[in-house]
C-alpha cells in the first residue's frame, strides 16, 4: 500500500459531517462516531481511482499501545 495522499481521520473530518465522512468511506454513521471518539489511530488515504480508504495502525502483537508507551 502507496502510503501517499493520507492523513488522519480527525484532520479528514474538518469541515465534513458523521454522515458524509460515513458515505465517503463506506461505512455506518455510527461506525464514524466510534472511530472519532476512540484513542485509535486511523488514517484515510485518497485512493488513486476516486473516494476514500479508512485504515488503522496499530502494533502486532499481544502489548497494548499504554503497555508500549510505559
Known amino acids: 500500500m502507496k502510503l501517499t495522499d493520507t492523513m488522519p481521520l480527525n484532520e479528514f473530518a474538518l469541515g465534513r459531517s458523521q ?3 460515513a458515505q465517503d468511506l ?3 454513521q455510527g461506525s464514524v ?3 472519532m471518539n ?3 489511530s486511523i488514517w484515510v488515504r485518497a485512493l ?3 473516494g476514500y480508504q479508512a485504515y488503522e495502525v496499530r502494533p502486532v502483537g499481544r502489548k497494548s ?3 508500549i508507551a510505559a
Open 19 to 21: 454522515e458524509r465522512i
Open 26 to 28: 463506506g461505512v455506518t
Open 33 to 35: 462516531s466510534q472511530m
Open 38 to 40: 476512540s484513542t485509535r
Open 48 to 50: 488513486p481511482e476516486g
Open 65 to 67: 499501545m499504554q503497555q
